[in-house]
């Protein structure tokens, strides 16, 4: 710190602090007027990376020796940044389940821009969603990691920040971080303009514009930042680190300001939605970490229920009956995709789902397949492509991962008593 200007924590002191204090008077805003928990729980988590970069950063400017402590804090609440804002999309439009209905039929096209130009189409199907959340829960778990192996080999003197030298893990600690990282930032992307134009009532531009800015830029930064020492722009890597959390302190209030306009507590004031639940239960929903828990267990090890999927286009072969094990949304998200069902312009009359519990079966009613009407011209300049009016294709089968070796060829119709 002897060598530190003094002009560095003359500025990060107070941006420190404005930042903090702007931060939390915004976060008891919203948990003040709690009123949608589904969205605000992950609004909240967001909005309280400001004061960990600001703290973790100004932490690390006046006590250099135990940066590193300070800076993976600072890293391990990146990826949770990520993992929230996905879940916070996915929250708006009504859950994975709602998502695939609206979708349904709909590739991604192939483009330069998204590094997809060598692949076919990428189907909008439950698989894209499932790969989606689990590019960014992949990030949210290797990142502790990462930090657990990163104290160990510094114990040991195999660590040192901004060190690229091949005797030292930093390099490919780096290598990893940037993949694991890149991975994430590029399955967020891939999400936004898949549901594009689901997102739109929420106004989330700006929204993405100041996650990325936080997150993306200021890890690039220090990237940049390091190899300006390597390269002799910077004396040394320990001014660098100075400079490095100098910038993010000052970035901090900025990053404030900006969470001010794109999370607006006002959306939600006097909404009334949801039952009051006091400041303190507001503070512990947003904080309770089981919605994290039953998600990654979800996305890794998924529950599949057993159903009977209805096709009936008409045809030579007329109505047919598949039995398969695939997900279907249930409980709380299908109810969201009922509430939810205007904005999608009747997708649930698309597909017929019949579940098949122990107890018995049930068969849907027959209604016919509504027709999506989309404009030509908003289809060409979009990178989505509707192939759901496609009459070389009888049903749109991605969601399934189907063995009907082990079936008949015809599957007979299950009775009131529930058998067959």
Same mark, same amino acid.
């Given at each position: 710190?002897?060598?530190?200007?003094?002009?560095?924590? #003359? #500025?990060?002191?107070?941006?420190?602090?404005?930042?903090?204090?702007?931060?939390?008077?915004?976060?008891?805003?919203?948990?003040?007027?709690?009123?949608?928990?589904?969205?605000?729980?992950?609004?909240?988590?967001?909005?309280?990376?400001?004061?960990?970069?600001?703290?973790?950063?100004?932490?690390?400017?006046?006590?250099?020796?135990?940066?590193?402590?300070?800076?993976?804090?600072?890293?391990?609440?990146?990826?949770?940044?990520?993992?929230?804002?996905?879940?916070?999309?996915?929250?708006?439009?009504?859950?994975?389940? @709602?998502?695939?209905?609206?979708?349904?039929?709909?590739?991604?096209?192939?483009?330069?821009?998204?590094?997809?130009?060598?692949?076919?189409?990428?189907p909008l199907d439950g698989r894209f969603i499932r790969r989606c959340k689990q590019g960014c829960?992949?990030?949210? #778990?290797?990142?502790?990691?990462?930090?657990?192996?990163?104290?160990?080999?510094? @114990?040991?003197?195999?660590?040192?920040?901004?060190?690229? =030298?091949?005797? !030292?893990?930093?390099?490919?600690?780096?290598? #990893?971080?940037?993949?694991?990282?890149?991975? @994430?930032?590029?399955?967020?992307?891939?999400?936004?303009?898949?549901?594009?134009?689901?997102?739109?009532?929420?106004?989330?531009?700006?929204?993405?514009?100041?996650?990325?800015?936080?997150?993306?830029?200021?890890?690039?930064?220090?990237?940049?930042?390091?190899?300006?020492?390597?390269?002799?722009?910077?004396?040394?890597?320990?001014?660098?680190?100075?400079?490095?959390?100098?910038?993010?302190?000052?970035?901090?209030?900025?990053?404030?300001?900006?969470?001010?306009?794109?999370?607006?507590?006002?959306?939600?004031?006097?909404?009334?939605?949801?039952?009051?639940?006091?400041?303190?239960?507001?503070?512990?929903?947003?904080?309770?970490?089981?919605?994290?828990?039953?998600?990654?267990?979800? !996305?890794?090890?998924?529950?599949?229920?057993?159903?009977?999927?209805?096709?009936?286009?008409?045809?030579?072969?007329?109505?047919?009956?598949?039995?398969?094990?695939?997900?279907?949304?249930?409980?709380?998200?299908?109810?969201?995709?009922?509430?939810?069902?205007?904005?999608?312009?009747?997708?649930?009359?698309?597909? !017929?789902?019949?579940?098949?519990?122990?107890?018995?079966?049930?068969?849907?009613?027959?209604?016919?397949?509504?027709?999506?009407? !989309?404009?030509?011209?908003?289809?060409?300049?979009?990178?989505?492509?509707?192939?759901?009016?496609?009459?070389?294709? =009888?049903?749109?089968?991605?969601?399934?991962?189907?063995?009907?070796?082990?079936?008949?060829?015809?599957?007979?119709?299950?009775?009131?008593?529930?058998?067959?």
């Amino acid at each position: 710190m002897m060598g530190m200007p003094i002009y560095f924590i #003359i #500025i990060a002191f107070p941006c420190t602090v404005g930042a903090i204090a702007l931060a939390v008077l915004h976060i008891y805003r919203h948990l003040l007027n709690y009123t949608e928990p589904t969205y605000q729980r992950y609004i909240v988590r967001i909005i309280f990376m400001v004061p960990v970069y600001a703290l973790m950063s100004f932490l690390s400017l006046i006590l250099p020796d135990s940066s590193i402590y300070f800076n993976s804090i600072r890293e391990v609440y990146e990826a949770w940044v990520i993992y929230n804002f996905l879940s916070l999309c996915l929250a708006w439009v009504g859950g994975p389940g @709602a998502v695939v209905l609206s979708l349904s039929g709909r590739n991604l096209k192939p483009t330069w821009g998204l590094m997809t130009c060598c692949f076919p189409p990428i189907p909008l199907d439950g698989r894209f969603i499932r790969r989606c959340k689990q590019g960014c829960l992949q990030f949210v #778990i290797l990142k502790p990691i990462l930090v657990t192996v990163t104290f160990i080999l510094y @114990a040991k003197g195999r660590y040192e920040d901004g060190n690229f =030298s091949a005797n !030292q893990a930093y390099l490919y600690i780096t290598i #990893i971080y940037t993949f694991s990282y890149s991975l @994430a930032l590029y399955a967020l992307a891939l999400f936004y303009v898949a549901c594009r134009d689901l997102l739109k009532p929420f106004n989330p531009v700006p929204k993405f514009i100041i996650i990325k800015s936080v997150v993306f830029l200021t890890y690039w930064q220090g990237v940049l930042v390091f190899l300006a020492a390597k390269s002799g722009f910077i004396k040394d890597a320990e001014e660098a680190a100075e400079f490095q959390n100098f910038i993010i302190c000052v970035e901090m209030l900025i990053a404030a300001v900006g969470h001010l306009y794109a999370f607006p507590y006002k959306e939600y004031a006097g909404a009334n939605i949801g039952g009051s639940r006091g400041f303190t239960g507001s503070l512990a929903h947003a904080v309770k970490l089981n919605d994290f828990y039953h998600d990654t267990v979800h !996305q890794f090890a998924p529950t599949y229920h057993d159903y009977v999927l209805y096709n009936h286009n008409e045809g030579d072969e007329g109505t047919r009956k598949y039995r398969s094990r695939t997900f279907v949304p249930t409980g709380p998200e299908m109810d969201a995709v009922r509430k939810n069902k205007h904005m999608f312009g009747n997708k649930l009359d698309d597909i !017929q789902l019949s579940s098949v519990s122990s107890s018995g079966t049930s068969s849907p009613k027959r209604s016919s397949t509504a027709q999506d009407s !989309q404009n030509p011209e908003i289809m060409k300049s979009s990178l989505l492509m509707d192939t759901s009016n496609s009459y070389n294709v =009888s049903y749109d089968m991605s969601l399934i991962d189907m063995d009907l070796s082990s079936y008949p060829s015809k599957v007979p119709a299950a009775n009131e008593g529930g058998t067959r």
